[in-house]
């Protein structure tokens, strides 16, 4: 089974604002066959998919996509999305209600917000022939957006602060453990930190070998704009950030423009190998990096032979090849 991972997927604003004459699967530029390819496809949502709404006081950046805009999910063949994140509220609870129907109705299953806290915390699960695929969410960013047994919001946990003393986090490593109970392969998404940097906080490392050790089969880390290594820990990916795959975002000399198809090749529901492939955003498209691919790999390989993780390019696929079992 193949798995593809996709870092922040942000339709609004200038995107947005193309999407009104361009057909859906603009964003997505000449990915598409690369993600066609994988039998579950799962991205974080940046952005609300609502039509109207009222900014949220207080915040310098809103993002909301039309509604009619899930039709640029479905044109990728996204299978699941994390609303974990620090924009899915953007425009107020009434337009972040409009998005989850919007998403039922066309398949799109989702993690990591919801109504109340039993929705935001509840496990996605997709079958792929007789594999179960467990998908959680989570985020540290946007606590005042927590949701609670009757308010609607984010599933909340904090990454950096307290933990496995946090009650937060322990509670999160039960449900890890109970939704490995009943899923062949788990993933588990982490919209953690803050925008920017190379290395991974420590936090984050103690909390994604936790994870691990929890039983996430995978750790699908975001919400730095750049990409950083990935650590493997006993046989597990941690993915620690995937970095912007889609937006209309300001190019920063960290490179926010660069990242990869994050494609996982498991062997009895087990990962075996990452495969990435290098992209870069070009006039609110993601393309596959062509020229520029072997050097924004070579970052990657820097990274994460910094956390012990061995990788090798090949010239043939055009891709980073990462083993998870020797």
């Not at 000449?30 to 994988?38: C, F, G, K, M």
Request: net charge neutral.
């Amino acid at each position: 089974m193949r798995l593809v991972l996709l870092g922040d997927v942000m339709l609004g604003r200038l995107v947005n604002q193309r999407l009104k004459s361009a057909p859906p699967a603009f964003p997505w530029g000449d990915t598409l066959p690369v993600l066609a390819r994988a039998d579950v496809r799962i991205a974080n949502l940046e952005c609300v998919l609502a039509d109207g709404g009222t900014p949220q006081p207080g915040k310098v950046f809103h993002f909301r996509s039309d509604l009619k805009n899930v039709a640029t999910l479905t044109a990728a063949g996204i299978n699941a999305v994390s609303l974990a994140n620090n924009h899915v509220l953007d425009y107020g609870t009434q337009a972040f209600r409009k998005t989850l129907p919007a998403l039922d109705s066309h398949g799109i299953l989702h993690a990591g917000a919801g109504p109340d806290l039993d929705a935001a915390r509840r496990p996605a699960i997709k079958r792929v022939g007789h594999t179960a695929v467990g998908f959680l969410a989570f985020t540290d960013n946007q606590p005042d957006w927590e949701a609670g047994p009757r308010r609607p919001g984010v599933y909340y946990v904090p990454a950096d602060d307290g933990g496995a003393e946090d009650e937060r986090v322990r509670d999160l490593l039960a449900l890890v453990r109970r939704t490995k109970a009943r899923t062949d392969l788990l993933v588990v998404s982490a919209h953690w930190g803050g925008n920017w940097g190379a290395d991974p906080p420590s936090g984050h490392r103690r909390l994604g070998k936790a994870l691990v050790d929890a039983g996430a089969d995978i750790v699908f880390g975001h919400s730095a704009h750049v990409f950083r290594g990935v650590e493997i820990h006993r046989g597990r990916p941690i993915i620690y950030s995937a970095g912007d795959f889609i937006d209309d975002y300001a190019v920063d000399e960290e490179r926010n423009d660069q990242s990869f198809i994050f494609g996982v090749e498991t062997a009895r529901a087990l990962p075996v190998r990452l495969r990435l492939h290098p992209t870069v955003i070009v006039d609110f498209q993601a393309r596959l990096a062509g020229k520029s691919a072997q050097a924004i790999a070579a970052r990657m390989r820097r990274l994460c032979a910094q956390l012990g993780t061995q990788s090798q390019w090949s010239d043939e696929a055009n891709v980073l090849v990462i083993p998870v079992v020797s």
